[in-house]
């Protein structure tokens, strides 16, 4: 329930991706959200308001003139209501309008009465996109403070293939969670590992671990959240990049390594979450093992990986650096060990058994002030009060 309480008012317009702002209400409902839908005339003839009052469990409005508002003031009573409004789809018709600050319906007197954040999810062909007024029109709501939410490329309605795209329901749900969360990061870069390493025996064979990156991505997650610029190298894993956050994919602990001292040098802080394999075999085979014909097993030959967050650290001018210690036993001494041998101001411990491959997990945070254990949560939880802890000792550090 990421945005219980909250009170959204839904402004559809008139585009083929109305029928996604239908699953839109759906998804913002199951988090906890009110939705009340304004819909503009033109976005009723391609989905019909009651599909929106059955989803929302409220009447929707689209008449400026509705006799239902007793006052006449709908403009006024339902932007003062909100916390957000969310125009999704946002056609280049509605944008031109709101770069103007026209109002000829409810819905655009609306959004110039209102006194809320108001973010917009255009959707649009893609020459109407590029269009050099929609340029200008985007450019302009930008400079007013208004969010853009996207839009994506990819195959449209229109048979055509570009950028114009509607954002999915999923990723506009999760940007408006993140819109809501306090900028503890703002104008800061964040450099992360997540995820196993894959160390090749030969091209099908190799040595890796469990981690499922569930953690690092949650952690890219909140940053972003949270304001940051956010660089997410991570090892073989299959989960979703999460929205407005940069994926660098490698494999092995020393292509790992090369990523992070690319990035490492604009990063002002370095959250070394992936397990990175501790061995690698010395020399991977090009081809692959045979089973027959050997009297005896073959035996692997092993050399340790440079241990990343070490020598992150132990840069002239390191950027905040933040460890992770997964232990099955003894975690307060093994984490404040590794903490002191790899000189980084902030570690989080965890027990194994308690969430190594799940979605919730139990947190200990380590630092010069002593043990800061979090209550158990979700990994998106956890992620966000860890961010609050980077962002305190990153103002302590000014
Ligand atoms: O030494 P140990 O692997 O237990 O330390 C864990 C911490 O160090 C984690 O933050 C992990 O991401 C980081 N690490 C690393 N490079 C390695 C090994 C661990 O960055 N080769």
């Given at each position: 329930?990421?945005?219980?309480?909250?009170?959204?008012?839904?402004?559809?317009?008139?585009?083929?991706?109305?029928?996604?702002?239908?699953?839109?209400?759906?998804?913002?409902?199951?988090?906890?959200?009110?939705?009340?839908?304004?819909?503009?005339?033109?976005?009723?003839?391609?989905?019909?308001?009651?599909?929106?009052?059955?989803?929302?469990?409220?009447?929707?409005?689209?008449?400026?003139?509705?006799?239902?508002?007793?006052?006449?003031?709908?403009?006024?009573?339902?932007?003062?209501?909100?916390?957000?409004?969310?125009?999704?789809?946002?056609?280049?018709?509605?944008?031109?309008?709101?770069?103007?600050?026209?109002?000829?319906?409810?819905?655009?007197?609306?959004?110039?009465?209102?006194?809320?954040?108001?973010?917009?999810?255009?959707?649009?062909?893609?020459?109407?996109?590029?269009?050099?007024?929609?340029?200008?029109?985007?450019?302009?709501?930008?400079?007013?403070?208004?969010?853009?939410?996207?839009?994506?490329?990819?195959?449209?309605?229109?048979?055509?293939?570009?950028?114009?795209?509607?954002?999915?329901?999923?990723?506009?749900?999760?940007?408006?969670?993140?819109?809501?969360?306090?900028?503890?990061?703002?104008?800061?870069?964040?450099?992360?590992?997540?995820?196993?390493t894959f160390e090749a025996?030969?091209?099908?064979?190799g040595?890796?671990?469990?981690?499922?990156?569930?953690?690092?991505?949650?952690?890219?997650?909140?940053?972003?959240?949270?304001?940051?610029?956010?660089?997410?190298?991570?090892g073989?894993?299959?989960?979703?990049?999460?929205?407005?956050?940069?994926?660098?994919?490698v494999t092995s602990a020393l292509e790992m390594h090369?990523?992070?001292?690319?990035?490492?040098?604009?990063?002002?802080?370095?959250?070394?979450?992936?397990?990175v394999a501790?061995?690698r075999?010395?020399?991977p085979?090009?081809?692959?093992?045979?089973?027959?014909?050997?009297?005896?097993?073959?035996?692997?030959?092993?050399?340790?990986n440079?241990?990343?967050?070490?020598?992150?650290?132990?840069?002239?001018?390191?950027?905040?650096?933040?460890?992770?210690?997964?232990?099955?036993?003894?975690?307060?001494?093994?984490?404040?060990?590794?903490?002191?041998?790899?000189?980084?101001?902030?570690?989080?411990?965890?027990?194994?058994?308690?969430?190594?491959?799940?979605?919730?997990?139990?947190?200990?945070?380590?630092?010069?002030?002593?043990?800061?254990?979090?209550?158990?949560?979700?990994?998106?939880?956890?992620?966000?009060?860890?961010?609050?802890?980077?962002?305190?000792?990153?103002?302590?550090?000014?």
């Amino acid at each position: 329930m990421e945005l219980a309480g909250k009170r959204i008012v839904l402004g559809v317009t008139g585009g083929i991706a109305a029928y996604k702002a239908a699953e839109l209400v759906r998804l913002l409902r199951a988090e906890g959200a009110s939705v009340q839908v304004v819909m503009s005339d033109a976005a009723t003839h391609f989905v019909t308001p009651v599909t929106f009052q059955a989803l929302s469990g409220k009447p929707v409005f689209s008449d400026q003139w509705d006799p239902r508002v007793a006052s006449n003031m709908a403009h006024i009573d339902l932007s003062r209501e909100a916390h957000t409004l969310l125009v999704a789809p946002a056609s280049a018709d509605f944008l031109a309008k709101l770069a103007h600050g026209l109002a000829d319906d409810l819905l655009s007197t609306l959004a110039l009465a209102r006194d809320c954040p108001l973010l917009v999810a255009p959707a649009m062909n893609r020459q109407m996109w590029e269009n050099p007024a929609t340029r200008r029109n985007v450019a302009t709501l930008r400079g007013d403070g208004v969010v853009i939410l996207g839009p994506a490329s990819g195959d449209q309605a229109c048979g055509e293939s570009g950028p114009g795209r509607m954002l999915e329901p999923a990723e506009i749900v999760a940007e408006l969670v993140a819109h809501f969360q306090p900028k503890r990061l703002a104008g800061r870069r964040v450099l992360l590992t997540a995820g196993p390493t894959f160390e090749a025996i030969d091209p099908v064979r190799g040595i890796t671990n469990l981690s499922s990156g569930r953690m690092g991505y949650a952690i890219a997650r909140a940053a972003r959240e949270a304001g940051a610029e956010v660089t997410l190298v991570s090892g073989p894993v299959s989960l979703a990049c999460p929205p407005g956050v940069t994926r660098v994919p490698v494999t092995s602990a020393l292509e790992m390594h090369a990523a992070v001292h690319r990035h490492v040098r604009d990063a002002d802080v370095f959250v070394a979450v992936a397990a990175v394999a501790d061995y690698r075999p010395a020399r991977p085979l090009t081809e692959k093992i045979k089973k027959g014909g050997q009297a005896q097993a073959p035996t692997i030959d092993l050399v340790l990986n440079p241990d990343i967050l070490a020598e992150v650290a132990a840069l002239p001018d390191p950027p905040l650096c933040v460890g992770f210690a997964a232990e099955s036993e003894r975690l307060a001494e093994y984490a404040e060990s590794k903490r002191r041998s790899k000189k980084i101001p902030l570690i989080a411990g965890n027990l194994i058994q308690d969430g190594f491959a799940g979605d919730s997990n139990r947190l200990i945070l380590f630092d010069d002030e002593g043990q800061h254990p979090l209550p158990p949560a979700s990994k998106l939880q956890l992620a966000r009060q860890l961010v609050e802890r980077i962002g305190q000792l990153l103002e302590r550090r000014r």
